[in-house]
């Protein structure tokens, strides 16, 4: 098996941040430090990071937290701000978000310790859906809704087609919500097409991702994902349950 998978395996960090970690020389195999991801590793090799050996292979969990705002989503934070990893008690495994939801955002986000699953739930090849709800600034009439389906300039780049809807426009206030279907996930990239249009989000929460929704979930709670769950999500990124 190749280290970066084995280390994603084993449930350390995602198999993306698996190979940043190789290749900065934080892994070694049998004593010997490797900074090739595609090295492969034996049954029998011993394989330590940061200097802690991987005991091995913990069994896959999967959770669906309702993220608030104020908390970042990161396992780790070096200013000691608030993590998600601190919403979730009782879950013995070192998992880790997929993805991330910036600190001011609020809504649906996965965790888990299964790497392959999570790289695959964020490598563009798969597309896999995320629908977002922004409240933005002024009133988007249907040129620019029509403008940021089918795509804008962003951070020098064009966004791919996306769908978006107007929920609901409060004339009184000048504010609109709008609902965002994405299948792509540049950073902040909700909140950029926004701006680009003249209408900045003042408030964001993402309702589904990879069609998982956190109905009756209140904020703050998480609950593990059912078996029916876990396997539509390995068809959806062509994974063998």
């Not at 490797?34 to 050996?53: A, F, H, I, R, Y």
């Amino acid at each position: 098996m190749r280290l970066a998978k084995f280390m994603a395996r084993a449930g350390i960090v995602s198999r993306r941040r698996a190979e940043l970690m190789i290749r900065e020389g934080r892994v070694r195999i049998n004593g010997y430090p490797v900074d090739l991801p595609q090295t492969d590793v034996c049954e029998n090799d011993s394989v330590t990071v940061d200097g802690k050996m991987i005991e091995g292979i913990e069994s896959k969990q999967y959770v669906l937290l309702n993220k608030p705002v104020g908390y970042i989503s990161t396992a780790y934070d070096t200013h000691n701000r608030p993590t998600v990893i601190s919403l979730i008690s009782g879950v013995e495994a070192r998992i880790y978000p997929v993805g991330r939801l910036d600190a001011d955002t609020s809504g649906v986000l996965m965790l888990t310790n299964d790497g392959e699953l999570a790289y695959r739930l964020t490598h563009p090849r798969y597309r896999v859906k995320k629908v977002y709800h922004a409240w933005v600034n002024g009133l988007p009439n249907d040129r620019i809704l029509n403008q940021m389906s089918c795509g804008i300039i962003i951070d020098a780049g064009k966004t791919a087609p996306a769908s978006v809807r107007l929920l609901e426009a409060l004339v009184v206030n000048n504010t609109a919500l709008l609902e965002i279907t994405l299948a792509e996930g540049k950073k902040r990239q909700v909140k950029k097409m926004c701006a680009a249009v003249g209408h900045p989000v003042r408030k964001l929460e993402r309702k589904s991702f990879a069609g998982l929704i956190a109905t009756d979930l209140p904020e703050g709670l998480y609950r593990h994902l059912k078996q029916h769950e876990i396997d539509a999500l390995y068809r959806m990124v062509e994974l063998k349950v």
